[in-house]
């Protein structure tokens, strides 16, 4: 079982900055492909970002040039850092590690951008 904790979110204003974490249990981390994904109220959930062992990227179009994934392979942690955060940021932030199988999931954070 692989347990995953994200922490980081919270109320900011348009414009500003959030660094979400995820804290992954598990022995071989190095080896896990991790993703952000977002949902927002109404919405289906949708990708923003993903991360495979090496450290290869990919990011959904609204967020490229404005978020940024990293790993600590050494932390068992994944990052995601947003800025120039809008409205329509607005939304639970989940965790996620697609690769290997099964996905696992983290319980999600709250980020609201608003004035």
């Known amino acids: 079982q692989v347990q995953l904790v994200e922490s980081g979110g919270g109320l900011v204003q348009p414009g500003g900055s959030l660094r979400l974490s995820c804290a992954v249990s598990g022995t071989f981390f190095s080896i896990y492909a991790m993703g952000w994904y977002r949902q927002a109220p109404g919405k289906q959930r949708e990708l923003v970002a993903t991360?495979?062992?090496?450290?290869?990227?990919t990011y959904a179009d609204s967020a490229k040039g404005r978020f940024t994934i990293s790993r600590d392979n050494a932390k068992n942690t994944v990052y995601l850092q947003m800025n120039s955060l809008k409205p329509e940021d607005t939304a639970v932030y989940y965790c996620t590690r697609y690769y290997p199988l099964p996905q696992y999931w983290g319980q999600g954070t709250q980020v609201t951008v608003s004035s």
């Open positions: 991360i495979a062992s090496g450290d290869i990227t």
